[in-house]
């Protein structure tokens, strides 16, 4: 325990964060006392520990890296998932439509390739003369600009869900569907 800073340090250089080198701290004092008597005598018992901490950071990024690639794969199969039924597309409040006519025609392009066309970042890219990593900020940008629209012409529907209403588009509100 008189090594704690060292470890610490040690550890620290070798990670991303503090935090991770201190988990990774905790887990290799476990496994310390756990596995100590296994040390041979020749052998120091600090040498053994900073083995051992080596061990922990190759384990860390070997996890790290696992479980990236689950998120990644999980991600995918959300995204091919995520597509509403075509009765519910149908039933989203048509004054959002209306509103991409409001927004900046950059914005506007943007949300026509990825949102209704379901085209990728790669093609708003190609389409615009702009880098993937710019199309992405580009269509975060446009939903934020027509989330806000939303906000101004649905008011509280806004809030509060937009299936089945009639937006005014005087800004004014939302008037219940009358059947």
């Given at each position: 325990?008189?090594?704690?800073?060292?470890?610490?340090?040690f550890l620290q250089t070798r990670v991303e964060s503090r935090a991770?080198?201190?988990?990774?701290?905790?887990?290799?004092?476990?496994?310390?006392?756990?596995?100590?008597?296994?040390v041979r005598d020749e052998e120091s018992i600090v040498a053994w520990?900073?083995?051992?901490?080596?061990?922990?950071?190759?384990?860390?990024?070997?996890?790290?890296?696992?479980?990236?690639?689950?998120?990644?794969?999980?991600?995918?199969?959300?995204?091919?998932?995520?597509?509403?039924?075509?009765?519910?597309?149908?039933?989203?409040?048509?004054?959002?439509?209306?509103?991409?006519?409001?927004?900046?025609?950059?914005?506007?392009?943007?949300?026509?390739?990825?949102?209704?066309?379901?085209?990728?970042?790669?093609?708003?890219?190609?389409?615009?003369?702009?880098?993937?990593?710019?199309?992405?900020?580009?269509?975060?940008?446009?939903?934020?600009?027509?989330?806000?629209?939303?906000?101004?012409?649905?008011?509280?529907?806004?809030?509060?869900?937009?299936?089945?209403?009639h937006c005014k588009a005087d800004g004014s509100g939302c008037e219940?569907?009358?059947?």
């Amino acid at each position: 325990m008189e090594h704690h800073r060292q470890f610490l340090a040690f550890l620290q250089t070798r990670v991303e964060s503090r935090a991770a080198a201190e988990d990774i701290l905790q887990s290799a004092f476990v496994k310390g006392l756990e596995r100590g008597a296994e040390v041979r005598d020749e052998e120091s018992i600090v040498a053994w520990f900073y083995r051992v901490l080596r061990n922990a950071v190759i384990d860390h990024y070997r996890h790290r890296a696992s479980t990236e690639r689950a998120m990644e794969g999980w991600g995918k199969e959300f995204v091919a998932h995520e597509a509403p039924e075509v009765e519910l597309k149908d039933e989203i409040c048509q004054c959002v439509s209306g509103l991409l006519d409001t927004l900046k025609p950059e914005y506007r392009d943007a949300l026509r390739i990825i949102d209704l066309d379901e085209g990728s970042l790669n093609d708003l890219a190609k389409k615009a003369g702009i880098t993937s990593g710019n199309a992405a900020v580009r269509v975060h940008r446009a939903r934020e600009a027509l989330r806000k629209q939303v906000r101004v012409v649905c008011g509280s529907c806004a809030e509060h869900g937009c299936l089945d209403c009639h937006c005014k588009a005087d800004g004014s509100g939302c008037e219940p569907h009358k059947s």
